[in-house]
C-alpha cells in the first residue's frame, strides 16, 4: 500500500478532520504508537492500516479491510 492510499483510506473513513487528529492523537494499541510516529518511523503503511481497521473495526467498511 502507498502512503497516498493510506491517507485517501483515512479521510474516506474519518473525514479530513478527524483523520488528523486521529493520525496525531491516537495510540493504537496493536502499534503501541501513534500513526504519525509510526509513520516516522519507518514503519510499513500497510502494517499501520491493519492496526487502524483492528482499532475502528466497527468503523470500517469491508471493503476497505
Do not use: C, H
Request: hydrophobic share 45%; proline share 5%.
Amino acid at each position: 500500500m502507498r502512503l497516498t492510499d493510506f491517507w485517501g483510506r483515512m479521510n474516506e473513513v474519518f473525514g479530513p478532520d478527524y483523520a488528523a487528529s486521529v493520525a496525531s492523537d491516537q495510540v493504537l494499541t496493536p502499534l503501541g504508537r501513534t500513526i504519525k510516529t509510526a509513520i516516522a518511523e519507518g514503519e510499513d503503511v500497510g502494517v499501520i492500516w491493519r492496526a487502524v481497521v483492528a482499532q475502528y473495526e466497527d468503523r470500517i467498511p469491508a471493503r476497505l479491510k
